[in-house]
């Protein structure tokens, strides 16, 4: 499908170089179909990720509001609070590369075999304070 994208777009060109001025929207829209269905075809990767990343950093935050003023204050709960965050966020950065790498995986036409698209967390993304 990639290739079809490519193709639509490389066609738009030519035929606005050829005076073919009327085909290039009938193109364009092609192009954009080819998109959305490559987009659709990975919408479950990516909502497992996003959701993920939702699930984690409500913890995070559940965590924090269950800490004293005093506690919110120590140096380590906040050291904690910016590590288990930034490992929510590198788990999503991860999941969009992973999603990248199976999309140019499919464009090469040798998808992964396995089901779980899912990149593996780090421990420290799932250490619960004392």
Known sequence: MQFGVFTC???????????????VPVIIAVSSVLNAFIELGLLPQTLRANNATVA??????????GLTLIQRRMASAKELLVERTEAALVYEVASLSQKAVKLASKHDGDAPDDDDDRPQKSQEAHHRPG
Do not use: F, K, Y
């Open 56 to 65: 984690e950093l409500e913890r995070v935050a559940l965590w924090w509001s």
């Open 9 to 23: 777009t490389a066609g738009a060109a030519l035929c606005g170089a050829v005076d073919a001025a009327l085909l």
